[in-house]
T-cell receptor, first 114, second 111 residues
Framework: DQQVKQNSPSLSVQEGRISILNCDYTNSMFDYFLWYKKYPAEGPTFLISISSIKDKNEDGRFTVFLNKSAKHLSLHIVPSQPGDSAVYFCAASASYNQGGKLIFGQGTELSVKP | NAGVTQTPKFQVLKTGQSMTLQCAQDMNHNSMYWYRQDPGMGLRLIYYSASEGTTDKGEVPNGYNVSRLNKREFSLRLESAAPSQTSVYFC??????????FGSGTRLTVV
């Protein structure tokens, strides 16, 4: 049973436009959410996170939105750049500040075209 | 500033062979993890170690064993490799409440 789902395996966007990556979860006990970015032949790297007490967190071109009632979060990248082309993983944790482990989604491969 | 180091980077095994994947971190993190990445499945937790001396099963532990050798090192052992264990394996470390730092992965093929 997949607790964290990324239903779009791939997304293609034009350079300069907005990229929106989506993630759904089923466990209402999740209290912390993260996005990781992964380039080929490298390990995932942390991008941005959000606590369940917030509904938005922004860091430069990256913004994460959390809709707890819908159990949905999204990552917005504005403007998109070719260097953003990578696989993006959504992750969630219950009791994160007490050592809860990360559960990852399947990943979405973003391609930003020049 | 190495972070998390995994060895080897690539490995081909025959069915039934055994091997150990090595992982070491230099960030003095208490927690360490082993994940596998498969197409369409994302990253799935195999085993984790919340602190030195403890290990616990994750989502997909069957066919694997782990050893937390000391605070720095966490190894993953395949006793009798199967084609279903063909995957990319990632080790990660963290402190409680902080994001994970991942190694660059080990690409394992079992033929």
């Amino acid at each position: 049973d997949q607790q964290v789902k990324q239903n779009s395996p791939s997304l293609s966007v034009q350079e300069g436009r907005i990229s929106i990556l989506n993630c759904d979860y089923t466990n209402s006990m999740f209290d912390y959410f993260l996005w990781y970015k992964k380039y080929p032949a490298e390990g995932p790297t942390f991008l941005i996170s959000i606590s369940s007490i917030k509904d938005k967190n922004e860091d430069g071109r990256f913004t994460v939105f959390l809709n707890k009632s819908a159990k949905h979060l999204s990552l917005h990248i504005v403007p998109s750049q070719p260097g953003d082309s990578a696989v993006y993983f959504c992750a969630a944790s219950a009791s994160y500040n007490q050592g809860g482990k990360l559960i990852f989604g399947q990943g979405t491969e973003l391609s930003v075209k020049p | 500033n190495a972070g998390v180091t995994q060895t080897p980077k690539f490995q081909v095994l025959k069915t039934g062979q055994s091997m150990t994947l090595q992982c070491a971190q230099d960030m003095n993190h208490n927690s360490m993890y082993w994940y596998r990445q498969d197409p369409g499945m994302g990253l799935r937790l195999i085993y984790y170690s919340a602190s030195e001396g403890t290990t616990d099963k994750g989502e997909v532990p069957n066919g694997y064993n782990v050893s937390r050798l000391n605070k720095r090192e966490f190894s993953l052992r395949l006793e009798s490799a199967a084609p279903s264990q063909t995957s990319v394996y990632f080790c990660a470390s963290s402190e409680v409440g902080y994001g994970y730092t991942f190694g660059s992965g080990t690409r394992l093929t079992v033929v």
